[in-house]
């Protein structure tokens, strides 16, 4: 896909430049829209493809890049990595699905500078952007409570998920054999060999005691469930 990289005023160019890195198209419309609509925000460019985000950098010069987890060829995890190695003074916030509970610390420690769930309300999008631009870092009360826990403690970060095991590359694995992809799907996802990717589901098969493959692909299936409406959940209880 290609890039959108609209011109601007020099008026708008005093704005706060927000790259967009999402693959959903209707909701990275939406974002756009959102971003362009605030007075001190600037959309500079959206795509679905982290390597073409990477690539925009330099001429887009975003002052912070907003990307999801689940993306084009690539997870978000390893995207964030990569943005950090080639431009570790462009902040990144993630906004994903994804309950924050199980990912923050993950997107914390590739590189990121918050977490947003997309189940929250809007606004608290708008100020996790402005958090970030101003220096600053975005995470809700309730995973900055359990960072300061681990910090002080050195325990789990969310104690009793099995995703704690898994390593971000095998975690991105599951995730994949959740979606119910075949061994030669995410070889093709992921650009490596189909026995690279036997080998992971080995691993993930032994770290978390699965006894065959139709486990693995149970559980996986069900974290994956979990992971994206746990949140969802969480806000309908209150």
Do not use: W
């Amino acid at each position: 896909m290609m890039a959108k990289m609209p011109k601007y005023s020099g008026e708008k160019l005093r704005k706060a430049r927000v790259l967009i890195v999402e693959d959903q198209p209707m909701m990275r419309e939406k974002l756009v829209e959102l971003i362009s609509s605030q007075s001190d925000l600037i959309c500079c460019g959206d795509t679905d493809n982290p390597g073409v985000a990477i690539d925009l950098v330099p001429s887009a010069k975003p002052n912070l890049v907003l990307t999801g987890l689940a993306l084009q060829e690539s997870h978000g995890l390893e995207f964030i990595k990569d943005l950090r190695m080639r431009y570790p003074r462009v902040p990144v916030l993630v906004f994903s699905m994804y309950d924050e509970s199980l990912y923050a610390e993950r997107v914390m420690r590739a590189g990121a500078n918050g977490f947003v769930s997309k189940h929250g309300a809007t606004d608290d999008l708008l100020c996790a952007i402005r958090r970030v631009l101003d220096g600053g870092i975005s995470l809700s009360e309730r995973v900055a409570a359990h960072a300061m826990q681990q910090f002080f403690a050195r325990s789990s970060f969310a104690p009793g998920s099995e995703a704690d095991q898994l390593s971000d590359r095998e975690l991105e694995i599951f995730e994949l054999i959740g979606q119910g992809r075949s061994s030669r799907q995410i070889a093709s996802a992921l650009h490596v060999s189909i026995k690279t990717i036997e080998t992971y589901r080995s691993r993930i098969k032994t770290k978390l005691k699965f006894g065959s493959a139709t486990e693995l692909a149970q559980h996986a299936s069900e974290f994956l469930q979990h992971a994206t409406s746990r949140r969802g959940r969480k806000r309908h209880a209150t």
